[in-house]
């Protein structure tokens, strides 16, 4: 801990730095992922990560290796979620020969001399001072994230909606406009609707297809940010990144992407044009159902403004926390290809029964947002929706037949979890307020975990049986 960040990165071995991926390499993930064959998505490795050569983000001369030499050597996401931050870190983790990150668990880091404080507050020597302003395992959990969505810098949060807060307050000023979707995360879009209005901030709901009404907003010339997810819950509509992107920047609008449902593994909206992503990494990033966790992950100019706003708000995760969604991450490729495997051969098994009336999921050729999401994801993640051709109760008997899943909500965990909304998330709510957010009381959603696909199968197919 207390030697100096030079000192720290000098001692690393040459063949370990040519190894860490460099910052920001939208233009050549971009050629990868536009060379992804669709078709091939369900099995499909993940585009390869080339670093890019003389990039701008890397400072240190020395570190430049022959670019040939690079070109071999690509870190693909299965080999960052494991080893980005770590062993291919930066200078996050005080020195350690121990292959687990250490949870640091002091919440103040003290000075050799006033010298040295002094050194520490120039930027001259990197360190860490007090606990709600970062704690070294959780930097290394914010190096791992940044790497896996291929930003500058990523903030870790004590929750996903802490995240999604901090980003609003910090990135829309009173007498700004945001622009959201009608089916986004249900807490986000009443905290923009009923919370922020009273802070002078204007809000429009569009819906998610609807560009034409997006395109007319933005053209009164006042929006700040756009705000959307993709895929949605429990709809799992896709929205064109790349598309809103062009069109919100072409008017000064920044544009934030909750990627929950499609996890680091599937979509990278940094790399589609976005300026911000977040995600509620309680689900598919700590994946076992064991922590609340939010991220935001940017540029360093925005996350800079984010993270001012975040010691205010105090929203700091606990290192045990951290480290546990460090351990998480380690196998979230594994875990989301299993989930992406699962949800599509689940969904198109489903799509032929004749007890399902209809499937979301937009790995389905039949699903309208479908050519979207190819265009943009390498894999469609783990929860599907259908409605079952019954009524409320036929449907909770369904429910209750089931053996594997619990009865639960959440998502991208290990153990696979069902629910119905209008009994979840909409019990005692009108038919309007149902009908409003397209919850039929057939409706049910699945978030796959890791278990066997013919379990799952064997397990839904005799429960359809009960309906
Ligand atoms: C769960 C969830 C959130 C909120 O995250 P928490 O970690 O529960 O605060 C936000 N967005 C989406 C899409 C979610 O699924």
Redesign the pocket.
């Given at each position: 801990m207390a030697r100096s960040s030079s000192a720290v990165k000098s001692s690393l071995p040459k063949q370990r730095r040519s190894l860490r991926p460099r910052r920001s390499p939208k233009p050549n993930f971009q050629r990868h992922a536009a060379a992804l064959n669709p078709d091939a998505l369900v099995d499909a490795t993940l585009p390869v990560f080339e670093p890019e050569a003389n990039h701008p983000g890397c400072a240190d001369q020395d570190m430049v290796v022959p670019t040939a030499a690079r070109r071999r050597r690509s870190v693909s996401d299965e080999t960052l979620a494991v080893h980005a931050g770590e062993k291919l870190g930066k200078d996050g983790m005080a020195e350690t020969d121990s292959i687990a990150t250490p949870v640091v668990s002091g919440t103040t880091h003290w000075f050799r001399s006033s010298e040295d404080l002094i050194a520490f507050k120039e930027g001259r020597r990197h360190s860490f001072e007090y606990g709600r302003y970062g704690n070294p395992t959780v930097k290394v959990l914010e190096e791992k994230i940044s790497a896996l969505e291929r930003a500058e810098a990523t903030l870790v949060t004590s929750?996903?909606?802490?995240?999604?807060v901090a980003t609003l307050l910090a990135l829309v000023p009173p007498g700004g406009h945001v622009v959201t979707t009608n089916d986004?995360?249900s807490?986000?879009r009443a905290f923009i609707r009923d919370r922020l209005s009273k802070m002078g901030i204007r809000s429009t709901f569009v819906d998610l297809d609807d560009i034409e009404t997006l395109k007319a907003v933005l053209d009164q010339g006042d929006v700040t940010l756009f705000y959307a997810?993709s895929p949605?819950?429990p709809h799992l509509k896709c929205i064109d990144i790349k598309l809103v992107a062009e069109l919100c920047h072409r008017k000064g609008a920044l544009v934030c992407i909750?990627s929950?449902?499609s996890s680091p593994i599937n979509q990278k909206p940094l790399t589609l044009g976005a300026d911000i992503v977040?995600?509620?990494?309680?689900?598919y990033i700590a994946g076992h159902h064991d922590v609340?966790?939010?991220c935001i992950s940017g540029s360093d100019a925005l996350l800079s403004r984010i993270r001012a706003w975040h010691h205010d708000l105090g929203g700091a995760i606990s290192p045990d926390a951290a480290y546990m969604i460090i351990r998480g991450l380690k196998t979230m490729a594994l875990r989301v290809e299993t989930q992406n495997r699962t949800a599509l051969r689940m969904a198109r098994l489903l799509e032929n029964h004749p007890k399902i009336e209809r499937v979301y999921y937009p790995g389905l050729k039949s699903s309208p947002w479908h050519h979207v999401a190819k265009s943009q994801m390498t894999g469609f993640g783990g929860v599907i929706s259908f409605e079952v051709a019954s009524d409320l109760r036929g449907v909770m008997r369904f429910v209750d037949a089931l053996e594997i899943p619990f009865i639960a909500t959440?998502?991208?965990g290990c153990e696979s979890l069902v629910q119905q909304p209008a009994v979840m998330s909409f019990w005692g709510q009108s038919d309007e307020e149902k009908s409003k957010n397209g919850i039929t009381d057939n409706l049910v959603r699945f978030s796959f975990g890791i278990e066997k696909f013919e379990d799952l199968r064997d397990d839904i197919l005799q429960a359809l049986e009960k309906v």
């Open positions: 929750s996903g909606m802490n995240a999604i986004c995360y807490e986000a997810d949605t819950n909750d929950t449902l977040v995600h509620s990494a309680t689900k609340i966790a939010g959440s998502l991208g």
